[in-house]
């Protein structure tokens, strides 16, 4: 499973001159994850016959890019409308949201693209220099560890239960009850379901997302003429390039923190089943823990933008590695991938580096020249897509309301959707009014389901013997970085009282 030079320059040559199905490729990913309630997966299962119909080596290079340019586009909405695109960008809208509120999209929307340009651009460098032992990484975590690893996701509703306690707790409480409707991973018991057939497989994420999101804001800017504060729509009027030259100084700044949350996101993507979502939450909290201003996570602050954006695009790369090393899909969109590879007659493993090491490799030297080229074809559009933010909301409502029911009907084509995502708008409409927090809603409804799963495997393995969560030195050195992760917030705090 090794690599040469003169394959990788060769590779490099070749990437780039395959810009012309790239570039489609990152604005069609761009607009896609832009729209809430579809994702990469949808559009490949839709452009199944054009993959199908490709050369092996166009095929996989067009979905690579596509899959890369989406995880970008679910930044925009979840900055500029406060909804997230995708799942991996649900982390986002904390402050990315509230720097848009600031007037200050332009900035925010930049931020959100340099960091997942450059999250992702750097994890897939590391990819293709250490494809042979990170695929290692994937042996290693196992339902035990993966327990630990959503618990850091979870501990974040602890950080937003903080300004108020109860009311953060019932938030997060009551998503992972919604979270627990569907058939049980035991007996296949149904829970909670009021007799829905639609619900046996548990609550669909896209319609609670754009409900909790999409529709419970365009309700509530219905009561405002706009999104603006008073100093935010004076501005985002004189916004200029220079708020833009401002964003890639600010992301200069933070380098350091799109480095390691883009390994964050790296290394939970390798894990088969894991996903962006759990990544972006992860390298939120973390961002948060080690934060030198915690207080302000959650105000609009350029670190809670970069961090989940990086984590989530650092994914992309991550879920690939198992697929291509040893022909286990790392997610839905490489489940999609390994069907048109398998057409092909390309059989995935370790085989697959000796007899054809230019498609093994080239995949992830083409998501680097991918992210190459959006940097000059996306973030130049941040400026004119902030200006988003100036529509009146009497507008802005109806749009947002239109574009996410069909969004909420598309992944499973049931009426069914449409009138859960107008439930949980309501829901969320109602948490916003009474000050609870919808992020910890959708933290449980998303973790919950995956914490269950993997909680239940590990207990079952172990015929029930809890100390089975203990049993592993990988688990046991990442129970000790969450303990640590969240004490050190309480540590930090009295010794800045001690000084005092």
Partial sequence: ????????????????????????????????????????????????????????????????????????????????????????????????????????????????????????????????????????????????????????????????????????????????????????????????????????????????????????????????????????QERAAQSNWADTIEGLTLTVRHWWLIVWTGFVGLIIGIIPGAGASIAAFVAYQQARTFSKTPELFGTGIPEGVLAPESANNGVTSGTLVPLMAIGVPGGSTAAVMMIVLQYHGIVLGPRLFLQNPALAYGVFVAMVVAYIFMIFTIIPLARYMARVTLIPTQYLAAIIAGFTIVGAYAPRAYLFDMGLALAFGILGYVARKTDYHVTAILIGVILGPLFETYLMRALRISQGDILILFSSTVGNVLWIMLVLSIAMPYFRQYRMQQKK
């Fill in 1 to 232: 499973m090794g690599w040469d030079t003169e394959l990788l320059l060769k590779l490099i040559y070749m990437a780039f001159g395959w810009w012309w199905i790239i570039i489609p490729a990152v604005i069609l990913g761009t607009i896609v994850g832009a729209v809430p309630g579809f994702n990469a997966q949808n559009v490949l299962v839709m452009l199944l016959p054009l993959t199908l119909a490709m050369k092996v080596e166009l095929a996989l290079v067009f979905m690579a890019s596509l899959y890369c340019a989406t995880h970008l586009g679910g930044g925009i909405p979840a900055i500029l409308v406060n909804i997230p695109g995708t799942g991996g960008a649900a982390a986002t809208t904390i402050d990315g949201y509230a720097m848009a509120k600031k007037g200050q999209a332009q900035q925010a929307l930049v931020l959100s693209f340099t960091s997942s340009v450059f999250g992702g651009l750097i994890t897939s460098i590391a990819v293709v220099v250490a494809l042979p032992y990170l695929v290692r990484l994937s042996y290693y975590v196992r339902s035990v560890e993966m327990v630990v690893i959503i618990l850091f996701g979870l501990a974040l509703i602890a950080v937003i239960a903080a300004k108020d306690m109860l009311k953060g707790l019932i938030a997060g409480f009551l998503g992972l009850l919604i979270g627990a409707i569907g058939a049980d991973n035991i007996y296949s018991t149904p829970r909670a379901t009021f007799g829905f057939l639609e619900l046996y497989d548990g609550v669909p994420l896209v319609p609670a997302l754009i409900g909790l999101f999409a529709i419970s804001e365009a309700l509530a800017m219905l009561e405002e003429k706009t999104i603006l504060t008073k100093e935010g």
